[in-house]
């Protein structure tokens, strides 16, 4: 269940990045609300997950897929540059945090 909050939490922490890049710098106000409300949401449901999972494994999985999923978001929504050496780095943290996962005992 732990794995799933975290998953959660990463979730809520892409949108968080999302709502960030909306705010336009805290111009805009409801993104920049929905960012922050994200933000605190987010960092909540990883201090449940860290009861189950050691700290160091939860929070690299929570930023590791959140940042492949908001790089992933920057190039579809954003035209975000794109390159087989960017994309070779975002495969190496999916790996990471995979193997994190199977070696959490």
Do not use: Q
Request: charged share 10%; aromatic share 8%.
């Amino acid at each position: 269940m732990a794995w799933i909050i975290l998953l959660a939490a990463s979730a809520v922490e892409i949108a968080m990045g999302l709502a960030l890049k909306y705010a336009e710098g805290w111009t805009r106000l409801m993104p920049s609300v929905i960012g922050v409300t994200a933000a605190l949401a987010s960092i909540y449901l990883l201090t449940i997950a860290m009861r189950e999972l050691p700290a160091g494994t939860a929070y690299v999985a929570w930023t590791g897929v959140g940042s492949v999923g908001i790089t992933v978001l920057g190039i579809v929504l954003f035209g975000d540059p794109v390159s087989w050496l960017r994309l070779v780095c975002i495969a190496m943290i999916i790996v990471a945090v995979i193997g994190l996962r199977f070696l959490e005992a």
